[in-house]
């Protein structure tokens, strides 16, 4: 089993920056890959970037590519995802999600091949 808690949402102007972590507890076998997530009002979750555990590649929506960025802090069990330059389009609930199969490339960005969720963080960015 994983745990994964959320943190760091919050509101932010346009052009503002935030940085959201994702602590992780539970097996490590079952958190090869980590991946964020975005579901905003009246859309669908959207895969924003993700990480494989093992060797730090990482992939990225084109919508944050550029942006976004993905990292993690193993001796923390912590991933993180640094927002700059943020827009009112990227207001949405962020998850963090654990994987307990190695992802690739765009696999990274599917929902489904995820395994744990966690409870979520809302990042709100005004014009």
């Known amino acids: 089993q994983v745990q994964l808690v959320e943190s760091g949402g919050g509101s932010v102007q346009a052009g503002g920056s935030l940085r959201l972590s994702c602590a992780a507890s539970?097996?490590?076998?079952?958190?090869?890959?980590m991946g964020w997530f975005r579901q905003g009002p009246g859309k669908q979750r959207e895969g924003v970037a993700g990480?494989?555990?093992?060797?730090?590649?990482?992939y990225y929506a084109d919508s944050v590519k550029g942006r976004f960025t993905i990292s993690q802090d193993n001796a923390k069990n912590t991933v993180y995802l640094q927002m700059n330059s943020l827009k009112p389009d990227d207001t949405a609930m962020y998850y963090c999600?654990?994987?307990?199969?190695?992802?690739?490339?765009?696999?990274?960005?599917?929902?489904?091949?995820?395994?744990?969720w966690g409870q979520g963080t809302q990042v709100t960015v005004s014009s």
């Open positions: 999600a654990a994987a307990s199969s190695p992802l690739y490339y765009w696999d990274l960005l599917l929902a489904s091949k995820y395994n744990y």
């Open positions: 539970g097996s490590t076998a079952s958190r090869k890959s």
């Open positions: 990480i494989y555990t093992g060797g730090d590649r990482t």
